[in-house]
């Protein structure tokens, strides 16, 4: 029998798959799906032809006018009737659909990303620290930071009472001593009163000086800050704030705040877009805090922690990168429903002013002719919402699957 | 359970009164004053003046810190923000600029017509979106699944303004079946408690107001009804996958259940959750989109009244209108909260 | 005595986007009516799919059985309908899943979740159910049991719930009870406790246990016979002596040798097996385990070894070298 001798083995591995990285792998999948595939069609399909138009086919809306060719059917051919061809066919003022389908395109991709950098933005950097903060101790500057910056804010309203500007400072300072002495009777009931009472004497006494009512009245609320102050406020607090807010945002459904704002703006394509804007920040401050607050419990974060990195350092190069998959899927869908809420604002005669040509504006402008039977006015300006917000949505859904590893199948 | 009811009440506390500040907010921070608004640009200085005295917009608008410094704590705390939430307690929401009527009168008119048409459409988005949602689940990666996936995007992706055009130009204006707007016609005659008149008529046995009524009501539910059928359906679906890849949907089926059993007992009633949260939320998309809808269909709810009150400067209208749908939208909120417990026995218990 | 089970030639397949995951590869064997086998072999290795095959519970898509038959007591289950397969899951034959705090549903009652079992196999009153479902908790050891059929399964513990989930299996005492890792999510304790509970009952119900784990300790006490799986095959099956005593294949004994023991003398190293298991979507046509087996000649990395007898009657090994190491042993 021959001898064997167990050799040194090197792993040769031969069965295992070639390597592909997180995206190269999202990417793959995104583009096996048929549904995806049509949504990055008609997205860049949208987006290329609005581009080309804006910069390569000059419109005036203002001088675009003839009433000769006034709401004409589509027509493929020219003929006696109607000189030019219009695919689309005319609206009221003799204008060529087609023409301004095109170049409504320009504004609704500018609304768009306008508004969804607004809400992205602001939502995504309070969704990112409400979330980290909620799970993470701060340090103890950040403390120092939150709990002076809570004293200043307090202090507006004595201050502004008093008309003693100073108060403001008083009353930072003691949030201040209150991070610094943190230790001090912690966790027991004369924490509270001694700063309660350090609140309601500080912003007394020099209120005494403009009368005894006034003094009153700024003592309670020194003696409120003071006990608000003395309680370990951590991320929590911060982040219960920015919450409570976003459900205010919040409780106005869908547009209607957009809507409101509008009408307090004035009309106009910018301010819808701001308003747009406004009203998407709560979605994605909840979302980031979310997805965030799943982030803060995984172990790295804890490994990053206990080697000494810095917050700043952690939520920008290992929390971030780990939220990105539910944020671009949301800011794509956002881009669909930014789109559907200008063209709302513009039907209602609150967005783009006219004649600028945008879709929303032109179904309100030509809606009254659908009894007369000009159809065309209207279904054309339609199929472009509706088209361009189905792009970016099947799109949004391809992207949902192909970054969601927990659908793989 | 009643604890956690307790906790909820007092989470939509302060929800509420942030919700009045800022509408309160959105009528002091326009500009112009009221009180010419009201009287129009000739009004001479002394009937604005008793006017602003009348109404309370001379006094300032939280705090009154020149009263303070005179020592009368009670003006302190007279101002328009106290008295306008002490007006709003009485239910008091001031009268129409225009019209010199009472908000709340306007109010428990055109409300009704909103929330009948706002819960029909709900109705129908839930009766079909939920199926299709749980059809696609069951039947994951089929021609039906891809079907009725793509479908129900298109009907998120449907501007209902347009829909509704659409609807008109079809139904109303090409095949003359059903009527272009309105809640009834002319001649038919609904007595009404509630100003639901679907409800009223059937109440009162008026088969044909019934007919009338709901020949109304049906082209603005659909069109109102689409987005949230689409988010509904799709919401079910990944809900349903989500859940029947559990472990405890395999041990349901190694116990020896049949498909259906799986899918309506064991799968259902935990995917349930976020669709139940999701339909809390569109009740919200379908307040808003009261407003394009009732602006096409003539409809005469709060949707088309608060619109024309923003083009008209009416702004105890948009006041109230606005107040009330998200009120409407918070309670909806705190009711889905309540459903969750019901639902899950580990919130119930926590 | 009759085989309960035979299983031949199961081939299970997942058709992915990645491609065809070989899962279970031709595996063959047979079950007496009142043993216990264990399966063992590291996660991935098909034996998980094995059993999942059997109850036909293998997620479709993108599971399918391509192969095979699977007698139970003599009828083959793969060629029943959907509708006679129901009757044999949870009748005939139980399973109970690795992880309890996932595998009960956490929106009904334990005691609902009981008492559904039972009423769908027997014809019994709600009452009667209800009653039989506080003795079966009380039979696998949760004190106070019929006062704990109305909490829900987030108010047991770990150890409790996976007691429930044997309560489940057992309640229409089937004739086969299939344990898929039941002590893997457990503490140490308690997988202890459960494992003399499976014993007890045993005993006292005569039935015949497929006990599938990666933990080659737990087997040893309790198995009659041991499969070896790897890479979806049975690289080597036996009684529970030979396979500890008279190891075969190079890859039971590098499980047997990474595994401590009490009477190992200070600072002998546990040998550890290296690389990983081969990916299952590309199968090469040598032995599966070559790539990481010190012992692998030529004819290893050109042909896979099929599962061979050895000297004892019932103990069989899939290597081409087997006889040649044994030798150098």
Redesign the interface.
């Known amino acids: 029998?021959?001898?064997?001798i167990?050799?040194?083995?090197t792993?040769?591995?031969?069965?295992?798959?070639e390597h592909r990285s997180l995206w190269g792998d999202a990417w793959r999948?995104l583009i096996?799906s048929n549904t995806a595939r049509l949504g990055m069609f008609i997205v860049a399909l949208f987006v290329l032809s609005a581009t080309f138009a804006h910069y390569f086919w000059e419109y005036e809306p203002k001088k675009d006018l003839d009433y000769s060719l006034k709401l004409k059917p589509p027509t493929l051919v020219a003929n006696e009737e109607v000189p030019s061809v219009h695919i689309f066919g005319t609206d009221k003022l003799g204008r060529d659909i087609f023409r301004r389908v095109v170049h409504g395109g320009w504004n609704s991709l500018r609304v768009g990303i306008v508004a969804v950098g607004i809400s992205l933005f602001f939502g995504g950097l309070i969704g990112l620290f409400s979330g980290f903060y909620e799970n993470i101790n701060m340090t103890f500057m950040e403390r120092l930071f939150l709990f002076g910056l809570t004293g200043l804010m307090m202090g507006v309203l004595a201050a502004w009472i008093a008309a003693q500007p100073f108060q403001t400072f008083l009353l930072a300072g003691l949030g201040v001593a209150a991070a610094y002495f943190d230790d001090f009777y912690k966790g027991k009931p004369l924490r509270m009163v001694i700063f309660a009472i350090a609140g309601a004497v500080i912003i007394t006494i020099p209120a005494l000086f403009v009368g005894s009512t006034v003094a009153l009245i700024c003592g309670g609320w020194g003696l409120i800050t003071g006990a608000l102050l003395s309680r370990p406020l951590e991320g929590r607090f911060f982040s219960n704030v920015m919450m409570r807010l976003m459900d205010i945002v919040l409780s106005f459904p869908g547009y209607l705040l957009a809507i409101a704002i509008v009408a307090f703006l004035g009309p106009g394509l910018e301010k819808g877009m701001i308003a747009i804007g406004i009203v998407g920040i709560p979605v994605y401050a909840r979302l980031t805090r979310s997805a965030v607050l799943a982030v803060t419990q995984k172990e790295y974060i804890l490994a990053a922690q206990s080697v000494g990195e810095a917050h700043g350092r952690i939520i920008f190069r290992h929390v971030t990168p780990n939220i990105l998959s539910p944020v671009i899927v949301q800011t794509t869908m956002g881009l669909a429903n930014a789109i559907l809420s200008a063209a709302a604002l513009g039907f209602l005669g609150l967005g783009a002013i006219p004649p600028e040509p945008e879709w929303g504006a032109m179904l309100g402008d030509s809606y009254r002719y659908l009894t007369s039977g000009a159809w065309w006015a209207v279904l054309f300006p339609g199929l472009a919402i509706m088209f361009s917000v189905l792009g970016f949505n099947l799109l949004g859904d391809g992207l949902r699957d192909a970054l969601d590893p927990k659908l793989r199948? | 359970m009643s604890r956690y009811i307790i906790r909820r009440i007092f989470s939509v506390i302060p929800t509420l009164i942030g919700v009045t500040f800022v509408i309160f907010m959105f009528q002091r921070l326009i500009p112009g004053d009221p009180a010419i608004a009201m009287l129009g640009e000739h009004a001479t200085d002394e009937s604005v003046e008793r006017l602003r005295e009348q109404f309370g917009l001379n006094r300032p608008l939280f705090l009154d810190r020149d009263a303070l410094a005179e020592g009368d704590i009670n003006g302190f705390f007279d101002s328009q923000y106290i008295r306008y939430m002490n007006r709003l307690f009485k239910l008091d929401m001031g009268e129409s600029i225009h019209r010199r009527i009472p908000v709340t009168e306007t109010l428990a008119l055109r409300f009704p017509a909103t929330i009948e048409l706002s819960l029909l459409s709900m109705f129908i988005a839930i009766i079909i979106g939920i199926p299709v949602g749980i059809v696609s689940a069951a039947k994951?990666?089929t021609a039906i699944d891809g079907i009725s996936m793509v479908g129900s995007l298109v009907g998120v992706s449907m501007p209902i303004f347009w829909l509704g055009l659409m609807e008109i130009m079809l139904f109303a204006v090409m095949l003359q079946w059903l009527p272009a707007g309105g809640r009834f016609s002319t001649g038919i005659e609904i007595k009404s408690f509630t100003n639901l008149y679907l409800v009223d008529s059937l109440l009162t046995g008026n088969l044909e107001g019934f007919k009338d009524a709901f020949q109304h009501i049906i082209l603005p539910a659909i069109a109102l009804a689409t987005i949230p059928m689409g988010i509904i359906a799709r919401m079910t679906r990944s809900s349903m996958l989500d859940v029947l890849?559990?472990?405890?949907v395999?041990?349901?089926?190694?116990?020896?259940?049949?498909q259906s059993l799986v899918l309506f007992r064991?799968a259902l009633?935990?995917a349930a959750l976020p669709v139940v949260t999701i339909i809390g939320l569109q009740m919200g998309t379908l307040l808003a989109g009261a407003v394009l809808t009732e602006t096409i269909f003539s409809w005469p709810g709060i949707g088309r009244w608060v619109y024309d009150a923003i083009l008209g400067r009416d702004y105890p209208i948009v006041q109230g209108g606005t107040l009330v749908i998200a009120l409407v939208f918070v309670g909806v909120n705190f009711l889905v909260d309540i459903a969750y417990a019901l639902?899950?026995?580990?919130i119930r218990?926590d | 005595m009759n085989p309960i089970l035979e299983i031949k030639n199961l081939k299970t397949r997942f058709f992915?986007?990645?491609g065809v995951v070989k899962a279970v590869n031709d595996v063959s064997y047979s079950m007496e009516d009142d043993e216990i086998l264990g399966v063992v072999g590291e996660s991935g290795c098909g034996k998980s799919v094995h059993a999942l095959s059997i109850?036909q519970?293998v997620?479709d898509?993108?599971g399918k059985i391509t192969n095979g038959e699977i007698f139970f007591e003599g009828r083959d289950l793969l060629k029943l309908s959907e509708?006679e397969m129901?009757?044999?899951?949870?009748?005939d034959i139980?399973?109970i899943?690795?992880?309890p705090m996932?595998?009960?549903?956490?929106?009904?009652t334990v005691g609902f979740q009981l008492v559904?079992?039972l009423r769908?196999?027997n014809d019994i009153t709600k009452g009667d159910a209800r009653k039989r479902a506080g003795e079966l908790l009380s039979l696998v050891g949760i004190p106070g049991a019929e006062n704990r059929l109305n909490d829900?399964p987030?108010?047991f513990s770990g150890g409790m719930r996976q007691r429930a989930?044997i309560a489940?299996g057992l309640s229409c005492e089937p004739k086969l009870l299939i344990a898929d890792e039941p002590t893997t999510a457990l503490d140490v304790t308690i997988q202890a406790q459960i494992i003399d509970l499976v014993k007890r009952l045993q005993d006292e119900l005569g039935m015949a246990i497929m006990w599938i784990t990666h933990d080659l300790g737990v087997v040893a006490e309790m198995a009659d016979h041991i499969n070896v799986m790897y890479a979806g095959s049975i690289i080597e099956t036996g009684k529970v002596r030979d396979i500890y005593k008279n190891t075969k294949h190079p890859y039971t004994m590098g499980l047997l040798g990474s595994l401590p023991r009490l009477n190992d003398p200070p600072g002998v190293e546990l040998i550890s097996i290296?690389?990983?298991p081969?990916?299952l979507?590309?199968?090469?046509k040598?032995c599966t385990f070559a790539?990481?087996?010190?012992?692998?000649n030529e004819k290893c990395l050109a042909e896979r070894p099929p599962l061979e007898k050895t000297e004892g009657s019932d103990h069989a090994v899939a290597c081409w070298?087997w006889e040649?190491?044994a030798?150098?042993k």
């Not at chain 3, 790539?291 to 692998?296: D, L, M, Q, W």
């Open positions: 029998m021959a001898e064997i167990p050799e040194e083995i792993i040769t591995d031969f069965a295992v798959r999948r096996s199948t | 994951r990666n890849q559990e472990d405890y395999r041990t349901a089926r190694a116990k020896g259940l049949g064991h009633k935990n639902l899950d026995p580990r218990y | 992915t986007t990645d109850m519970l997620p898509p993108p509708k129901r009757t044999v899951r949870g009748r139980a399973m899943f690795q992880d996932t595998s009960l549903n956490p929106v009904f559904e079992a769908l196999h829900y987030h108010q989930m489940m290296p690389g990983l081969p990916d979507i590309a199968l090469p040598a790539a990481r087996c010190s012992y692998r070298r040649e190491i030798g150098t």
